[in-house]
């Protein structure tokens, strides 16, 4: 009890004021941090908000993606796959628990001129060149995050009573009223789970854009280590990590109330 | 179809589970197994084409396919850096993987006694470590260790007095392990205060009532049941240690590389069979031991009768 407490002090609560502290400072002449109280660094993040925008745009498309593939298979697994559901799970399981790095790595080929990119080429005729763009990254984000939204979804999905379907259908529901006033309201909870456990990570990402990106595509986890590790303007760093921490709460809070109190109202129309 | 049939059919009939019935019915469910060989193929491709290139005999391209090989294994295996890199992510992962265990589970046992405000506390803090993204945690981290070191080693010269050899602290091994080891608490808090949770508490109160010892109960009763959520952390905890680059590339140290730093780095050359090579190794380290744990984690599961989900999150039947 007591190391752990300690640890979660030392090792979150005091890192995370730290970044805020250095957040109002000045870069030293050798890099690092000189303290001082300047409001600059964040002045510098809203007069160039572009990895932000990025970071956004690609995080919500990459969460719809996850949502889109993920919900027919998690809805296949629970109810058509019969004996076969343990097997497809662990399936599920296998590569999400293998090294991110080398699962992104791989892409590489895939997507490279030898690859998918060569392919695409040799039959349009077209240069075409998929490395370094949102595209392959957007792919990368998919395949990296996927399984975070299949099983959050295939749960809920599991206790889904198919006796309720029974029943909709037996009262003249067509397929789309039974899914929108009998399933949806069901998997809700699974859906907001899973889109919170993706687009979370998709933030902060940075080894996919690193990787699958060329360098050429920037998310904010990617100024964030250049910021870091290369320019070592630690300041202005922390202070996009500070944005990028308030824009987390926000967003999530917000996507938390919003998908709330829609679902209230969906109650009573079922009703 | 026509709606006559359809309802001649119906009582007929009893399904368990739902069937279409509609015109597009036979279609959507060929869509349904079309979608998931698709989705598993998808995901399958990228470890595929990893472990297939890595035997891959060929000098120059790495996917000009020239006969099977394992001369890039030999390679990989008898490379100075590699096995630098290999001892450091193997070291770092086990002092993690004891360290974070040891930790989270005493956290867990702590927090059942504890009263319920702390409890709010340390529940909002296992919150924000969540939510808050990898690379913060990893860029929050390396400010403090920076400044730790930049307080500690002014102390540390003073005390030496200018004599014997001077010892300084920075970045590497201890920074990695313990960034690593604050990740990974919260990890083994989770799953043990999940077995916890669903443990039958009128056993620890059956052992009382025989007069064991506190100690005694602990080990004959608490520790068997926890088994399999520790097992599963210092497993879970090893793999992350062992696969973890974001963290890791904030906080390391000169000397104190592991493979995946080693790996990205030879990337930014392009991919070569050499790291596919050791990618492909890497692969089967993380398997096996997780292969490992979900045996051992569903062997206990029969054993105690609970025969409960693995923690790992693989179906123990």
New interface residues.
């Given amino acids: ?5 300690f ?2 002090l ?7 004021a ?2 805020v502290v ?1 957040s109002f400072g000045e870069r030293g002449t050798l890099g ?2 000189t303290p001082a109280f300047t409001l600059d660094n964040y002045s510098t993040v809203f007069e160039r908000p572009a990895p932000f925008l990025t970071s956004l745009w690609m995080s919500i498309a990459g969460t719809i993606l996850c949502m889109l ?1 993920a919900f ?2 998690a ?3 629970a ?2 796959a019969g004996r076969r559901k ?1 097997l ?16 992104t ?6 997507l ?1 001129p ?2 998918v990119s060569g392919f695409l080429s040799d039959t349009t005729g077209l240069d075409i060149r998929l490395l370094g763009t949102p595209l392959a990254i957007l792919i990368g984000i998919v ?1 990296n995050y ?1 399984p975070l939204m299949i ?1 959050p979804l295939y749960v809920t999905l599991e206790r889904l009573d ?1 006796t309720l ?2 029943a909709s ?1 037996d009262l003249g529901a ?2 789309w009223a039974t899914f929108r006033q009998v399933t949806l309201p069901i998997i809700w909870p699974g859906l907001i789970t899973g889109s919170i456990l993706v687009f ?2 998709l ?5 996919v854009p690193a ?1 699958l990106g060329l360098g050429r595509v920037f998310l904010i ?1 990617n100024v ?2 250049l910021d ?2 290369s320019s070592r303007d ?1 300041p202005a ?2 202070a996009k ?1 500070v944005v ?2 308030a824009i ?2 926000v967003s ?1 809070s917000f996507y938390v109330w919003a998908t709330n109190r829609g679902r209230r109202t969906r109650d009573v129309s079922v009703l | 179809m026509t709606a006559g049939t359809a309802a001649l059919e119906r009582p007929a009939v009893p399904r ?3 069937r ?1 019935r ?1 015109r597009f019915g036979g279609l959507v ?1 060929v ?3 079309l ?2 060989g698709f ?2 193929l ?6 595929l ?2 472990v297939v ?1 890595s035997f891959n005999g060929t000098n120059r ?4 396919w020239q006969g099977f090989s394992l001369k890039w294994y030999e390679r990989a295996l008898s490379d100075g850096s590699v096995q630098a890199a290999l001892k450091n992510s193997l070291l770092i992962a086990a002092i993690n993987a004891v360290l974070a265990t ?3 589970t ?2 867990a ?3 059942q006694r ?1 009263r319920h405000r702390l409890r709010l506390v ?1 529940d909002a ?1 296992t919150y ?10 990893a ?6 260790f ?2 730790f070191r930049d307080l500690a080693n002014p102390v540390l010269a003073t005390l030496e007095g200018g004599s014997g050899t001077p010892f300084r602290i920075g970045l590497g091994y201890w920074s990695i392990i ?2 690593h ?2 990740f990974n ?1 919260s990890l083994v ?1 989770l799953l043990v205060r999940a077995r916890l949770s669903g443990m039958d508490r009128t056993l620890v109160e059956a052992s009382y009532d025989l007069f064991a010892t506190p100690w005694r109960t602990f080990r004959q009763i608490t520790f068997p049941q926890l088994l399999p959520a520790i097992v599963a952390g210092f497993l879970l905890s090893f ?1 992350f240690s ?2 973890d ?2 963290i890791t ?2 906080v390391s140290g000169p000397g104190s590389g592991t493979l ?1 730093l080693y ?2 780095g030879q ?1 930014r050359q ?2 070569t069979p050499l ?1 596919n090579a050791i ?1 492909a190794m ?2 089967v380290v ?2 096996t031991i ?1 292969l490992a744990g979900q045996l051992f984690v569903a062997r206990q599961g029969r054993r105690a009768g609970t025969g409960g989900a693995s923690p ?4 123990t ?1």
Avoid: C
């Fill in positions: 009890m007591l190391p752990a407490s640890w979660y030392f090792l979150l609560v005091v890192p995370l730290l970044v250095y690092g941090y593939v027919p298979l809805y296949f697994i109810s058509r343990g497809l799970i662990v399936l599920l399981v296998i590569p999400f628990w293998t090294s991110f790095l080398i699962r790595i791989a892409w590489l080929l895939i490279g030898r690859g395949y996927l099983f198919r379907l029974e259908k067509g397929r979370i990570p933030m902060g990402e940075y080894v990787i986890g964030l280590q870091f590790l630690w760093g922390s990590a990028l921490i987390m709460l999530v | 368990p589970r739902l279409l509609d469910e869509g349904f197994r979608h998931a989705v598993y998808f995901l399958f491709l990228p470890i084409v990893v290139f391209n790495v996917t000009e040891a930790f989270g005493m956290a046992l702590g927090l504890v340390f803090l924000i470590s969540v939510i808050v993204p990898e690379i913060v945690i860029l929050a981290t390396l400010i403090l920076s400044l313990a960034a080891v604050l608490t808090l793999t062992f696969d680059y974001v590339s904030f995946p790996i990205f990337t392009g991919v790291t990618a890497m692969l993380t398997l997780l790992i999150g693989l179906p039947s």
